[in-house]
């Protein structure tokens, strides 16, 4: 049994994330005319300390001009910190609540839980996405999962503890670890943003193996990046419809081994059809209203 929000295993999960930093109202409602699933305002890195407390005014002014409130995610400062109390509240006493919380430098399972039931002891129940940045996190990532909503790739913050470059061979572990751990649970996991602005190929590279690993989206803090990002990872209508052909053509095999443009198709081949199609819905849903 999961502990994911309630209804967390139907919603769509969103393949493209946008950051932005609390720094300035129209800045912040600017980015809303950029075409991304989710919008998040940073609390966080992007906003030094002694802005902070103007910060979350830019935020809960924000949070209440939001055309749709539950695609509009937050990410608070680290647990344990007088700033992340501080958060909390905002959310709590905004009279519009966003509609996913993102937590930083997680490093057990617990954390996650706590944040959670603070939350809905006030009538607030986001879904709490978690930013996969420590050590401790990639080695605990299977109960983290099952406990939060969604996975984020943080490889800035990884990269500085391991004492090594952003480079996708450094990251390889900590991605197949959160791609196994979020399709067990049903977990949303999504990729890092890409900190190589000026090389757009390498964003076009990152996003296309992600994806091959089993990654359902990617972060960004650019708005140029958005075409790419949206073209490789949003539900393709190609894809959808091989994919109910799959699902048909086992069905008709009565659940065995059918074949299908001359390709073996199979009960983990309609699974995944199956699965591919719920999704693709579900973003639609959610999503794919415009």
Known sequence: MTEHSEGSGTAGIPRSILYTPALSLDR????????????????????????????????????????????????????????AVQDLVLFTESPVRPGIVMMTMVKCATEVTLVRQMLASAGARPEIYVTVETVEAVVDIDPIARAADGLVLGSADLAATLGVEITWEAMLAARQAMALAC???????????????????????????????????????HPGELDVINQALRPNLDDLRLARRVTEAVGAA????AVLDGNMVGPPFARLARDTVARGDAWTARFGGG
């Open 183 to 221: 399709a067990r649970y049903g977990t949303a996991c999504i990729d890092t943003a890409n900190f190589r602005l000026t090389e757009p190929a390498v964003l076009a590279e990152e996003t296309a193996r992600v994806r091959t690993l089993g990654f359902h989206g990617k972060a960004t803090v």
């Open 28 to 83: 912040v409602v600017k980015a809303w005319n950029y075409d991304a699933d989710v919008h998040l305002i940073d609390l966080e890195d992007s906003v030094p300390p002694a802005e902070k407390p103007a910060a979350r005014t830019v935020c809960r002014a924000a949070l209440e001009k939001a055309p749709r409130p539950a695609n509009i995610a937050v990410r608070m400062n680290e647990l344990g910190s007088v700033a």
């Open 254 to 257: 009565g659940g065995g081994i």
